[in-house]
T-cell receptor, first 114, second 113 residues
Framework: KAGVTQTPRYLIKTRGQQVTLSCSPI?????VSWYQQTPGQGLQFLFE???????NKGNFPGRFSGRQFSNSRSEMNVSTLELGDSALYLC?????????????FGNGTRLTVT | QKEVEQNSGPLSVPEGAIASLNCTYS??????FFWYRQYSGKSPELIMF????GDKEDGRFTAQLNKASQYVSLLIRDSQPSDSATYLC?????????????FGKGTHLIIQP
């Protein structure tokens, strides 16, 4: 069974640009969450999508947005990139939103903003 | 502000010994607790999750939860060099974490051959 797939693995962008990251969840998983990981702040929750609807959002500015498609695949967009957006962006999927559905992470997209 | 605290380490344990990793959390309403392992340059990998007070065992791993003390731990028996990694504790108010896990910053574990 394939795991969570994220593309691309690496990205280099310049300040002010925008970027789109993609995530394909484990087959049968309907919830997709996004996290940002930096050395200083650790893993921080960005948002979660279920049935094409954003269900929860972390404490990030509106430059960070996402969406989910009918096949549960998800994209995350960051506009007007800042140097501080350099991080590992992790997508995680779970079968649904109940207690017995822990998160499984993809390999991440490492974004570098110059 | 929900907080999850872990000792950053490094925690050095001889091969074959028991490694004990600890985590405290601030939100008394937390209901689900997770341990993830993260190798350098890799993504977090789920090891165990626990919802009820007490112990939960899976192979060489045992998770222990004490909600009254707001404390969760992970024991690794017969530690192997391949267990060397950063261990992340995560908590959630409910469910499996889809509505947002709060992570600690991790404990760096080193198993010495």
């Amino acid at each position: 069974k394939a795991g969570v797939t994220q593309t691309p693995r690496y990205l280099i962008k310049t300040r002010g640009q925008q970027v789109t990251l993609s995530c394909s969840p484990i087959s049968g998983h309907r919830s997709v969450s996004w996290y940002q990981q930096t050395p200083g702040q650790g893993l921080q929750f960005l948002f979660e999508y279920f049935s094409e609807t954003q269900r929860n959002k972390g404490n990030f500015p509106g430059r960070f947005s996402g969406r989910q498609f009918s096949n549960s695949r998800s994209e995350m967009n960051v506009s007007t990139l800042e140097l501080g957006d350099s991080a590992l962006y992790l997508c995680a999927s779970s079968r649904n939103r109940d207690t017995n559905s822990p998160l499984h992470f993809g390999n991440g997209t490492r974004l570098t903003v110059t | 502000q929900k907080e999850v605290e872990q000792n950053s380490g490094p925690l050095s344990v001889p091969e074959g010994a028991i490694a004990s990793l600890n985590c405290t959390y601030s939100d008394r309403g937390s209901q689900s607790f997770f341990w993830y392992r993260q190798y350098s340059g890799k993504s977090p990998e789920l090891i165990m999750f626990i919802y009820s007070n007490g112990d939960k065992e899976d192979g060489r791993f045992t998770a222990q939860l004490n909600k009254a003390s707001q404390y969760v731990s992970l024991l690794i028996r017969d530690s192997q060099p391949s267990d060397s990694a950063t261990y992340l504790c995560a908590v959630n108010l409910s469910g499996g974490g889809a509505d947002g896990l709060t992570f600690g910053k991790g404990t760096h574990l080193i198993i010495q051959p």
